[in-house]
Structures are given as structure tokens and as C-alpha cells.
């Protein structure tokens, strides 16, 4: 039975007044779905922004993993170099080896050069010999580079295993095999002789020094002359022609090694002109990349010692390789032994007189950043020549000496030995002894009192008294309390074991410039026009005759004229000549190659005042080494010899005298 009750709630409906159902009211519009609205449109530039910032993040992401793994290959690149030889251990802890005490001070490096004897020459004993010893010093203080090569046939005292005594008097590069092991014995034979402190040891032999050349994609160098030995002649085989020029690995060992026409000073020239090309080659080629490449290269035949052994810190690395990288112009320091005689024991045998070695050593430590300018201006008028600071004179000078060693009287002698130089010398009172607190000092120090003003020159002074082993640092809380009983001089003085007790006269550190003299040249245009004029056709721009020449001097009979490409699309005339002095060569270079590495960063300019024509000059150590003219696409150049030995004014007037050749 059905009931309207059940019928209306089954319909879910009101009733009306009958009893019945009223349906729901139909709906206004269909049925529809709901839809998100869509994002407004973007515009190109929104979506090119999020496409770069996509990019640029993966670009970090993969830039920061390269450099990570760099710095970590770089790390164990570094491992890999450090001393893991029986010898270079030994020679870490050779007392010699002093640590840096951070890598904004000055370091010094002993760079060791030396071949291997494989094969038939092992089978005959002949074992390694040393065959290259250079110093290299880096100032960060003053962005200086000095670098300092003793010739291999240098008669010293050779000392071997960190002994105060001399066990020979030979040949400088007999220590290698004398002593055992070598790198100790060239380490402490060159430490007793310069009384150097040492704060590295590298050693490479010449399969490390190939790789690295090659691994730099070769070095740019101007090979003052015709090389040539034929192989299987008994001595090394070379073959290089005259010219500014690549060499590469082989090339440029045969090239620093040669001695066999000239001999061992021209040898150390080479070596050390070879070294600066290196840095312009580094300058240019080294990058962020391209450094655990090339340090890796070098595994194997290259050992860098310091202090204690171990790994050398990043942060020195990045230090001294980045002085050598942007090192101003006229900072590069090539110091030589001067008054080198015979001995007269064997034909290539030299020796050297102590005064002489310390007066290179000052030169080597004291670098003298005005030099270059000064020697210019020397020879080129200059508006305002560089003022050198005055030296402290030693009577300005109030030190007190302490002894750094068991050697009892030593801090009472050497204050008496200061006094008899003009030193002002204070002392302790008498119940305290002049004894520095117990270390065991192997350098001397002098420490100065940062307050009083002058102090740090006072102990600069003092420092080139004691030897150039003493050592500068500002006055520890230790040492003050010793000032302050001795009444706060200057400076104090703790001597150390490896002071020899004579005091070294002071002088100013300011290295005088070449002595101004006439320019030594003949007027002789035809001594090299004709030969010109046969290989005008070969060059690209047009060659200029040297109308005035060294006054000794010839066109050489080998290759005295040479058209070459140093480089890709450039073209260089080449002329070789010779002095009176015999295999001693200077040239003039021209080519259309106008940024060439070898003229970067002149040290100065001069304009001739005859002519309007505005010359580079590159000034090292004193010396004019190049001067350069440029014209239209074209640059003609002036290098000086090997040793520099053709004066500034000579150089000065070759330069001037270069004329075009008539068309």
C-alpha cells in the first residue's frame, strides 16, 4: 500500500495542500565542469632570463666541480713533487733549508740542474752530474726577481752532509758526486760560499726541463748566433740558426748547455736570459687549466724540497709563481760574479775572490728597483731622474749583541768588532748574561724596534755587517725585554753558528749604473747594404740598413744575413755580428711581428730629438739589453751580446743610426 507521505519524501520534495509532491525548480543553465585558467602568457624576455639563469647554474655547477677537482689534483700534483728521493729527504732537514716565515717575505730558491748517465756511461761508473746551479730570489715586498748562476768550473770549498768543514777544494759542481747524497753537498756548498739562508731546493734533470719547455708549447729566445755540432762528434749534437725564434724542448737544453766555442760565463748568460724568457712564456701561456698539466708533466723528474720536508702550501705557490707572472718592468735582476780569473790549475778552471762573491751576493739580496731608470736617464735626458733613500750611516746605529750558540765570548767579541766598524754597541747590565733565550740559531738575526723610527734601515745596515746569511724581523716580546735592559737601542743582535766573525763593511745598497762613456762605433753603411738589398723581395715591409756599427765589429761568416718566419704570418731579417773579442755576437732584428714577447714591458722610452723617432728600451740590471724602433707594421730591434758587454751609449747610437733602405 502507498502512502503520498512516503511518496513525497521518496521524491525529496515539498507537499502542497493535497498531499502531493512538489518537484524541485529546474536549473537556471547546463551542467558544466570546472577548468583551472591558464597562466597569463609570458613575454621573450621573461623566458630568455630563465632559460640563462638554467644555464648559468649549470655552469657553476660544472665550474665548481672543475675547479674542486683542479685544487685537488693540484694538491696531489704538488705531493708528487716533493721530496721523496733518499737525497732530497736528507737535504730537508739539512739546517741550510730555513722555512719561510709566510709567503710574503722574501724566498730563496737553489735550483739544480743535472743530467743522468744511462747506459754505456752507468756501465763506466760515471754517475749524475750537477750541470746547472742557479739561486733565484723572490721579494714580494718589492716585486723583485733576482737571479744569480755560478759557473760549474767555480773553484770553491766543497762541503758535504751539513758539515762545517771542508772535505775538498774542486770544481762547484763536483759536490753532486762528491758528496752523498749530491743535492746536500751543492745545497751546502753553495750556502758556505754566499752565506745565502736557502729556503727551497728543485732539482731537475734534463727530461724534466724537455717536458716542461714542450708542455709551455716551446719558448720564445734569440739565439744570438749559428749553432752547430754534428751528432756522433763525441760532444752534445746542436743545430739552431740565428734569430728570435721558438724553440722547443730538445732545442733549448742544447741551446742553455752549450759551451764549447765560448765558454762557461756566456753559458750562465744564456742559461739566465732563457730563464726570463721562460717568464714571458709563462705570462702568456699559463692558465688555470693548463698548471696541473704541466706541473704533472714534470713527475717524476722534478723534486721541490723545502724545510721539514713535504708538500709546498698552494698558498706559496700562488705566491712566488704569481711575482714571476706580473713582475714590473726593469724588476728582473741577472747578477753575475764579478773579476772571475784562471786558477790556473786547468784551462777551464775560475775562481773568485770572497769579496767579489759577497759583493754579487749583496747585489743578489739588495736589488735596487731605481736601477733601471736610473741607467737610462743616464744616457736619455730625463725630466726627473729616481731619488735612492740615503743609508743609515753605522755610527747612527745602537745594537745590543747576544749570543744564539754554546760558543762562549761570542757575543762579547762580535759587539767589539761592531764597535771597530762604527757600530754603537750598548750592553746588558752585568748580572745579566748576554745570552739569547736557548734556540738553536744557525743564522743571525738582527731584530729592530718597530717604534723608534729608522730602526728597520739601522737593521738593514746591521744585517749586510753580519753577512748575508743574518736574517730582519721586528722585535719579539722576548727580545724587548732585552732592549729595554740595555736601554732600547735600534736593534738587537743574536749571532748565530754560521756567522764566520768578520764583520762586512757597510755600504749603501744602490747599485751604480754603467759608467757613462762614448758610444765605440764606426760609420759603415755598406758593410751590410748589399747583402739587404739581395733579400728585400723575401720581406713584407721595408728593412733598414745599420748605418753605424760596434766599432770592432763584422757581419758574421755564418748566416750573417738570415729571412725566416718566427711565427705564423710574420717575417724576420735577422743580422749577426761580431766583435773584435772574437765569438762574441750582437744583432739587429726586423721583422713585422710588432708584439713579439720580447717586447713587453720596456723599462723606459727615448725620443731622438734629430730624428722624432721614439725608441723602447729594455734595461736590466743596468744594461741596455734591447731597444727597439717602431714603424708603420714593422719593428727593428738592437740586442745587445750575451753579457751585455756593448755599452748603453754604443747600443743607444747602433739604434739611431738605422736608416731605410732607399727604395
Given at each position: 500500500?502507498?502512502?503520498?507521505?512516503?511518496?513525497?519524501?521518496?521524491?525529496?520534495?515539498?507537499?502542497?495542500?493535497?498531499?502531493?509532491?512538489?518537484?524541485?525548480?529546474a536549473?537556471?543553465?547546463?551542467?558544466?565542469?570546472?577548468?583551472?585558467?591558464?597562466?597569463?602568457?609570458?613575454?621573450?624576455?621573461?623566458?630568455?632570463?630563465?632559460?640563462?639563469?638554467?644555464?648559468?647554474?649549470?655552469?657553476l655547477?660544472?665550474?665548481?666541480?672543475?675547479?674542486?677537482?683542479?685544487?685537488?689534483?693540484?694538491?696531489?700534483?704538488?705531493?708528487?713533487?716533493?721530496?721523496?728521493?733518499?737525497?732530497?729527504?736528507?737535504?730537508?732537514?739539512?739546517?741550510?733549508?730555513?722555512?719561510?716565515?709566510?709567503?710574503?717575505?722574501?724566498?730563496?730558491?737553489?735550483?739544480?740542474?743535472?743530467?743522468?748517465?744511462?747506459g754505456?756511461?752507468?756501465?763506466?761508473?760515471?754517475?749524475s752530474?750537477?750541470?746547472?746551479?742557479?739561486?733565484?730570489?723572490?721579494?714580494p715586498?718589492?716585486?723583485?726577481?733576482?737571479?744569480?748562476?755560478?759557473?760549474?768550473?767555480?773553484?770553491?770549498?766543497?762541503?758535504?752532509?751539513?758539515?762545517?768543514?771542508?772535505?775538498?777544494?774542486?770544481?762547484?759542481?763536483?759536490?753532486?758526486?762528491?758528496?752523498?747524497?749530491?743535492?746536500?753537498?751543492?745545497?751546502?756548498?753553495?750556502?758556505?760560499?754566499?752565506?745565502?739562508?736557502?729556503?727551497?731546493?728543485?732539482?731537475?734533470?734534463?727530461?724534466?726541463?724537455?717536458?716542461?719547455?714542450?708542455?709551455?708549447?716551446?719558448?720564445?729566445?734569440?739565439?744570438?748566433?749559428?749553432?752547430?755540432?754534428?751528432?756522433?762528434?763525441?760532444?752534445?749534437?746542436?743545430?739552431?740558426?740565428?734569430g728570435?725564434?721558438?724553440?722547443?724542448?730538445?732545442?733549448?737544453?742544447?741551446?742553455?748547455?752549450?759551451?764549447?766555442?765560448?765558454?762557461?760565463?756566456?753559458?750562465?748568460?744564456?742559461?739566465?736570459?732563457?730563464?726570463?724568457?721562460?717568464?714571458?712564456r709563462?705570462?702568456?701561456?699559463?692558465?688555470?687549466?693548463?698548471?696541473?698539466?704541466?706541473?704533472?708533466?714534470?713527475?717524476?723528474?722534478?723534486?721541490?724540497?723545502?724545510?721539514?720536508?713535504?708538500a709546498?702550501?698552494?698558498?706559496?705557490?700562488?705566491?712566488?709563481?704569481?711575482?714571476?707572472?706580473?713582475?714590473?718592468?726593469?724588476?728582473?735582476?741577472?747578477?753575475?760574479?764579478?773579476?772571475?780569473?784562471?786558477?790556473?790549475?786547468?784551462?777551464?778552471?775560475?775562481c773568485?775572490?770572497?769579496?767579489d762573491?759577497?759583493?754579487?751576493?749583496?747585489?743578489?739580496?739588495?736589488?735596487?728597483?731605481?736601477?733601471?731608470?736610473?741607467?737610462?736617464?743616464?744616457?736619455?735626458?730625463?725630466?726627473?731622474?729616481?731619488t735612492?733613500?740615503?743609508?743609515?750611516?753605522?755610527?747612527?746605529?745602537?745594537?745590543?749583541?747576544?749570543?744564539?750558540?754554546?760558543?762562549?765570548?761570542?757575543?762579547?767579541n762580535?759587539?767589539?768588532?761592531?764597535?771597530?766598524?762604527?757600530?754603537?754597541?750598548?750592553?746588558?747590565?752585568?748580572?745579566?748574561?748576554?745570552?739569547?733565550?736557548?734556540?738553536?740559531?744557525?743564522?743571525?738575526?738582527?731584530?729592530?724596534?718597530?717604534?723608534?723610527?729608522?730602526?728597520?734601515?739601522?737593521?738593514?745596515?746591521?744585517?749586510?755587517?753580519?753577512?748575508?746569511?743574518?736574517?730582519?724581523?721586528?722585535l719579539?716580546?722576548?727580545?724587548?725585554?732585552?732592549?729595554?735592559?740595555?736601554?732600547?737601542?735600534?736593534?738587537?743582535?743574536?749571532?748565530?753558528?754560521?756567522?764566520?766573525?768578520?764583520?762586512?763593511?757597510?755600504?749603501?745598497?744602490?747599485?751604480?749604473?754603467?759608467?757613462?762613456?762614448?758610444?765605440?762605433?764606426?760609420?759603415?753603411?755598406?758593410?751590410?747594404?748589399?747583402?739587404?738589398?739581395?733579400?728585400?723581395?723575401?720581406?713584407?715591409?721595408?728593412?733598414?740598413?745599420?748605418?753605424?756599427?760596434?766599432?770592432?765589429?763584422?757581419?758574421?761568416?755564418?748566416?750573417?744575413?738570415?729571412?725566416?718566419?718566427?711565427?705564423?704570418?710574420?717575417?724576420?731579417?735577422?743580422?749577426?755580428?761580431?766583435?773584435?773579442?772574437?765569438?762574441?755576437?750582437?744583432?739587429?732584428?726586423?721583422?713585422?711581428?710588432?708584439?713579439?714577447?720580447?717586447?713587453?714591458?720596456?723599462?723606459?722610452?727615448?725620443?731622438?730629438?734629430?730624428?722624432?723617432?721614439?725608441?723602447?728600451?729594455?734595461?736590466?740590471?743596468?744594461h741596455?739589453?734591447?731597444?727597439?724602433?717602431?714603424?708603420?707594421?714593422?719593428?727593428?730591434?738592437?740586442?745587445?751580446?750575451?753579457?751585455?758587454?756593448?755599452?748603453?751609449?754604443?747600443?743607444?747610437?747602433?739604434?739611431?743610426?738605422?736608416?731605410?733602405?732607399?727604395?
Amino acid at each position: 500500500m502507498r502512502t503520498t507521505t512516503k511518496r513525497g519524501l521518496g521524491r525529496a520534495a515539498t507537499l502542497n495542500g493535497d498531499g502531493r509532491s512538489v518537484l524541485p525548480p529546474a536549473v537556471l543553465e547546463p551542467m558544466r565542469r570546472y577548468r583551472q585558467p591558464p597562466p597569463p602568457p609570458r613575454s621573450t624576455r621573461k623566458l630568455v632570463a630563465k632559460i640563462f639563469g638554467w644555464i648559468l647554474l649549470a655552469l657553476l655547477v660544472v665550474a665548481s666541480g672543475l675547479v674542486g677537482g683542479l685544487y685537488l689534483y693540484g694538491h696531489e700534483t704538488l705531493g708528487a713533487l716533493a721530496a721523496h728521493s733518499e737525497g732530497a729527504k736528507a737535504t730537508s732537514k739539512d739546517k741550510a733549508v730555513q722555512p719561510i716565515a709566510s709567503p710574503t717575505q722574501p724566498a730563496t730558491a737553489l735550483i739544480i740542474g743535472y743530467d743522468t748517465r744511462k747506459g754505456v756511461d752507468a756501465a763506466l761508473g760515471q754517475q749524475s752530474r750537477s750541470d746547472t746551479i742557479i739561486l733565484v730570489r723572490g721579494d714580494p715586498t718589492n716585486k723583485t726577481l733576482s737571479t744569480i748562476s755560478f759557473p760549474r768550473d767555480l773553484v770553491v770549498p766543497i762541503y758535504c752532509g751539513g758539515s762545517n768543514v771542508p772535505v775538498a777544494t774542486d770544481r762547484i759542481n763536483s759536490a753532486w758526486a762528491t758528496c752523498h747524497p749530491g743535492e746536500q753537498g751543492t745545497l751546502d756548498t753553495v750556502a758556505h760560499l754566499t752565506g745565502i739562508p736557502i729556503n727551497f731546493v728543485i732539482t731537475i734533470d734534463f727530461h724534466g726541463f724537455k717536458l716542461l719547455v714542450n708542455k709551455l708549447h716551446g719558448v720564445y729566445v734569440d739565439v744570438d748566433h749559428r749553432y752547430y755540432i754534428p751528432p756522433n762528434s763525441g760532444t752534445s749534437a746542436i743545430d739552431l740558426h740565428p734569430g728570435y725564434q721558438l724553440l722547443d724542448g730538445g732545442e733549448a737544453l742544447s741551446f742553455v748547455r752549450f759551451r764549447h766555442t765560448d765558454s762557461d760565463l756566456y753559458r750562465n748568460a744564456r742559461q739566465q736570459l732563457f730563464l726570463d724568457a721562460v717568464k714571458s712564456r709563462l705570462a702568456t701561456s699559463l692558465s688555470l687549466t693548463s698548471i696541473p698539466g704541466l706541473v704533472g708533466a714534470l713527475k717524476g723528474s722534478v723534486e721541490v724540497v723545502q724545510a721539514g720536508g713535504g708538500a709546498l702550501p698552494m698558498g706559496v705557490i700562488q705566491s712566488y709563481v704569481g711575482l714571476g707572472y706580473k713582475l714590473p718592468p726593469g724588476h728582473l735582476f741577472r747578477v753575475t760574479i764579478p773579476n772571475l780569473t784562471d786558477c790556473g790549475y786547468l784551462a777551464a778552471e775560475v775562481c773568485a775572490s770572497p769579496a767579489d762573491v759577497q759583493a754579487a751576493v749583496s747585489d743578489f739580496t739588495h736589488p735596487d728597483v731605481t736601477l733601471s731608470q736610473r741607467a737610462n736617464c743616464q744616457v736619455i735626458a730625463c725630466k726627473k731622474a729616481p731619488t735612492v733613500a740615503k743609508a743609515l750611516k753605522p755610527s747612527e746605529i745602537t745594537t745590543l749583541v747576544l749570543n744564539g750558540t754554546t760558543q762562549a765570548g761570542l757575543a762579547l767579541n762580535t759587539s767589539f768588532e761592531l764597535a771597530q766598524a762604527g757600530f754603537h754597541t750598548v750592553h746588558l747590565p752585568a748580572s745579566v748574561p748576554a745570552d739569547a733565550p736557548p734556540q738553536d740559531y744557525y743564522n743571525s738575526y738582527v731584530y729592530y724596534d718597530p717604534v723608534q723610527p729608522n730602526a728597520k734601515e739601522a737593521a738593514q745596515t746591521l744585517q749586510q755587517a753580519l753577512g748575508a746569511g743574518a736574517k730582519v724581523a721586528p722585535l719579539s716580546a722576548t727580545m724587548a725585554t732585552f732592549a729595554e735592559q740595555a736601554g732600547n737601542p735600534l736593534t738587537v743582535a743574536v749571532i748565530g753558528s754560521s756567522f764566520g766573525g768578520t764583520i762586512v763593511n757597510p755600504v749603501e745598497h744602490v747599485q751604480a749604473p754603467p759608467p757613462k762613456e762614448p758610444a765605440h762605433v764606426r760609420v759603415d753603411p755598406a758593410l751590410t747594404q748589399s747583402q739587404i738589398e739581395a733579400v728585400r723581395s723575401q720581406l713584407p715591409f721595408r728593412p733598414y740598413v745599420p748605418t753605424r756599427v760596434e766599432a770592432s765589429s763584422n757581419l758574421s761568416t755564418q748566416e750573417g744575413v738570415r729571412v725566416f718566419k718566427p711565427a705564423a704570418h710574420h717575417k724576420e731579417l735577422a743580422l749577426t755580428f761580431y766583435t773584435g773579442a772574437g765569438n762574441v755576437y750582437w744583432q739587429v732584428i726586423e721583422t713585422d711581428w710588432t708584439d713579439a714577447p720580447a717586447l713587453r714591458n720596456p723599462t723606459g722610452k727615448y725620443r731622438d730629438p734629430s730624428t722624432g723617432r721614439n725608441f723602447d728600451v729594455y734595461t736590466a740590471s743596468g744594461h741596455i739589453h734591447l731597444i727597439a724602433y717602431r714603424h708603420g707594421n714593422a719593428t727593428y730591434w738592437v740586442y745587445n751580446t750575451l753579457r751585455d758587454e756593448l755599452s748603453n751609449e754604443t747600443m743607444l747610437a747602433i739604434a739611431r743610426g738605422l736608416n731605410p733602405l732607399a727604395k
